[in-house]
């Protein structure tokens, strides 16, 4: 008998439920090698014996061309004595009896969108699945948004109230099929379904014909509740004014941008410019909300997304949506199923209940939603993709390394949690604000769900270090110690995590908001920062925000706190004409006095506040509008100049840029030219700090560089001094990463005190 060898691989990773098994016994038995592949806790081990040659083979092709969503971290590879034997063989796990004694440490991995197989079988008359909405397979479909526990079995998977029929159970059982293991598989005989309801949930139509009936419904210009992947949506028909105006009214959301799902990418293209970096995120397995920059002159209606050059447009990512939007043919709101700030609803009662106010019909399915997983929100900046929002497609987000069982709550807006143990850190979907009960329930739900999810009940939360933060103030109460993590260190110290940074940086935290030690408010901060500690090297100047909450609501008011601290007079901006006299005369009291009229640091106030002297806008609708304005104001200005700003015993001086600014309007330069100017000059003087810190890598983060324009200048100007800068790529740079920071931070606390 000729030479053989038998090697036994354990593959640690993202391998279970991408159809790794399927893979691995093709390419077997393409080889002609004995063996046999079972699903593990931590991956799946592999045995293959044969001709050293074919196994080399076998090894080089598992390690260079893995299935495409399989996320491999290790190959542990070892010897073992030859049986001999032929054939190779699938195992059933032993992951039943294993379950117990061992932590789960299996990957959990993101939704996925339909992939090109299953979309032509979709619209294959000729095949069972033939406009079946639940269609999936390995390569796509479900995973976080259905999964109870691990591992990752249809058992364990909001999938077990339906039994395989024997023609999806042959599937799942056959080592060579697309949907060998695929836990959601179904299909019309044996999965879930579709029903129409009116808003009191009485049925009015199943299957198909709820699919044709909801279809009509969004054509005759009704709003349609429609449930999705990671929760409900409401559809209506984006071509019209008046159908968008009402579904605004109904959800009081006047002003915020509006998601878009087109019916496929030329749909897109004759709206939006596409970029290729765009193209590919749009049609990328993520399926993100992509902001596009719309095209002058589109039909689609302004009320869409008042005033913003950008629309944030998805295309369809389940079957359901690929046939809803096949049949209408036209682009339509997509918008998350939630009244105002209220989590996006999950469940079809639920729904009923909070959304029959909003939508005229519902489209409904029974597979039940594990959790919440809103859509995604990217955009591309400096060349790659920056994440606003990270939900679905995305999360949750496994780093990989070991660490203390901390549970991360985040902070109070943009909510998100990470949980770390010895998996590395995992970082859970977009939860949304805690403002409102419905919101905190929710949040207190993922609480507990998402350590149990991964197998780390946590022995500290680490939160906000701001007493008023209702995180924070759960965290006081969870039972384990609360650890506190300053707000501008967590946005910095998630920064270094995502890039495996351990030496300390300058940490550039710009933001709107966060609770400072000394208790002034924070949003300006340059730190020398590691993941442990920080020290505040300098900051932005203090200005005083006349009403507090109120300067954040109305920029304006910020302007005027702006004015106060440089000694500028009101008389001669044009900010004269956004008051009343007497709103004038109350706030330079309120100034003069110090009532009410914290001070802050935060570089969002300060743009805010330029936003109002340049007169683009005086009141916010939503967080960030006016800052959002001043970066689309900048686009159309194309002036390389820069503002004066000093730097003296740690503090960033504005004042000498806002004089000129003011001279220059007075001028009448242009508010493009000078809005442009502005985001130059800000980096310019984040370049200023960096010179002053001599650190080679400076972290940028905080919501301040969702400013594209702000970001890539930052980013131009320190390359061109040789630092290297670093900002988030997988999380978004605004609160919404803050979990990761806070749980590192946690985590490298807790280490100190064991060793
Ligand atoms: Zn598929
Ligand atoms: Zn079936
Ligand atoms: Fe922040």
């Known amino acids: 008998m000729a030479a053989r060898d038998r090697h036994r691989l354990e593959i640690t990773g993202a391998v279970q439920g991408v159809g790794f098994r399927p893979f691995v016994f093709r390419l077997a038995t393409e080889l002609n090698l004995a063996g046999w592949a079972r699903n593990a806790l931590a991956g799946l081990v592999v045995e293959i014996e044969g001709p050293p040659e074919d196994c080399a083979a076998f ?288 469940d079809n009662d639920k729904a009923l209940d909070r959304l029959r106010g909003i939508a005229d019909a519902f489209l409904l399915h029974d597979r039940p939603i594990a959790r919440p997983v809103d859509d995604s929100v990217v955009r591309v900046a400096a060349g790659r993709e920056l994440l606003l929002r990270h939900s679905r497609g995305y999360a949750p987000l496994s780093l990989g390394g070991e660490s203390a069982p901390v549970l991360a709550v985040g902070g109070d807006q943009k909510t998100a949690l990470a949980v770390s143990g010895p998996f590395g850190v995992r970082c859970g979907p977009h939860l949304g604000d805690l403002e409102t009960e419905a919101a905190r329930l929710a949040f207190e739900a993922q609480c507990r769900d998402f350590p149990a999810l991964c197998g780390a009940p946590p022995r500290a939360i680490a939160c906000d270090a701001h007493p008023g933060y209702r995180g924070a103030r759960w965290a006081a109460e969870a039972g384990p110690p609360a650890v506190h993590v300053q707000h501008h260190h967590a946005h910095i110290a998630a920064c270094l995590a995502e890039h495996d940074i351990y030496e300390e940086v300058l940490g550039v935290a710009w933001d709107g908001t966060g609770h400072g030690p000394d208790g002034t408010i924070w949003g300006g901060e340059f730190l020398l920062a590691d993941r442990r500690d920080f020290a505040r090297f300098a900051r932005l100047r203090p200005f005083p925000l006349p009403g507090g909450e109120l300067s954040i609501r109305q920029p304006r008011y910020a302007a005027l706190g702006l004015l106060h601290a440089a000694g500028i007079p009101v008389a001669g901006t044009p900010l004269v004409s956004a008051f009343t006299k007497e709103e004038l005369a109350v706030a330079a009291t309120q100034l003069e006095r110090g009532l009410n009229t914290p001070l802050t640091s935060s570089a969002g106030r300060l743009f805010d506040a330029v936003a109002a002297l340049l007169g683009l806008r005086w009141r916010n609708a939503f967080e960030a509008q006016a800052a959002m304005d001043l970066e689309f104001a900048a686009d159309s200005g194309d002036d390389a100049g820069v503002f004066p700003v000093a730097l003296e015993s740690g503090s960033l001086d504005w004042e000498p840029a806002i004089r000129v600014l003011l001279d220059e309007l007075g001028n009448e330069t242009p508010v493009a030219a000078l809005a442009a100017r502005w985001h130059e000059t800000m980096s310019r003087a984040i370049l200023l700090v960096a010179r002053a810190a001599k650190k080679p890598l400076v972290a940028l983060s905080g919501g301040c560089f969702q400013n594209v324009r702000l970001l890539e200048s930052a980013v131009a100007a320190l390359r061109a001094e040789g630092f290297t800068p670093l900002w988030p790529r997988r999380l978004p740079p605004n609160d919404g990463g803050l979990a990761l920071g806070q749980a590192v931070v946690a985590a490298a606390r807790l280490r100190e005190k064991t060793d």
Do not use: W
């Open 59 to 346: 090894l080089e092709r598992v390690e260079k061309n893995p299935p495409p969503f399989a996320i491999v971290r290790h190959i542990a590879h070892s010897p073992r004595p030859v049986e001999g034997g032929s054939g190779f063989r699938i195992h059933h796990s032993r992951l039943e009896s294993a379950a117990g004694t061992e932590a789960a440490n299996t990957e959990i991995l993101p939704d996925l969108a339909t992939c090109p197989d299953c979309l032509r079988e979709i619209f294959d008359p000729a095949n069972r699945r033939h406009l079946y909405p639940f269609t999936n397979c390995t390569q796509c479909g479900p995973r976080f948004s259905i999964v109870l526990a691990l591992p990752y079995d249809r058992e364990r998977t909001t999938m077990r109230g339906f039994p395989l029929c024997a023609a999806c159970r042959d599937e799942y059982e056959s080592p060579g099929d697309r949907r060998f293991h695929a836990q959601p598989n179904a299909c019309p005989d044996c999965g879930p379904r579709l029903e129409f309801t009116d808003p009191s949930g009485h049925r009015l139509a199943t299957r198909g014909e709820a699919l044709e009936r909801a279809a009509q419904a969004i054509e005759s210009g009704q709003i349609v509740a429609v449930k999705g992947v990671g929760g409900f949506h409401l559809i209506a028909d984006a071509r019209s004014a008046e159908v968008v105006e009402t579904l605004r009214a109904r959800k009081h959301r006047p002003a915020k941008p509006l998601a878009l799902m087109m019916p496929h990418l030329a749909a897109a293209r004759a709206h939006c410019e596409i970029s290729p970096a765009e193209e590919d995120l749009l049609t990328s397995a993520r399926a993100p909300i992509v902001l596009l920059r719309r095209l002058s002159g589109g039909e689609l209606p302004t009320v869409l997304a008042p005033g913003n050059p950008t629309f944030g447009v998805m295309l369809p990512y389940s079957p359901l949506h690929h046939l809803l939007l096949r049949r209408l043919g036209f682009p339509v709101v997509a918008t998350s199923g939630n009244v105002s700030d209220e989590p996006i609803c999950i």
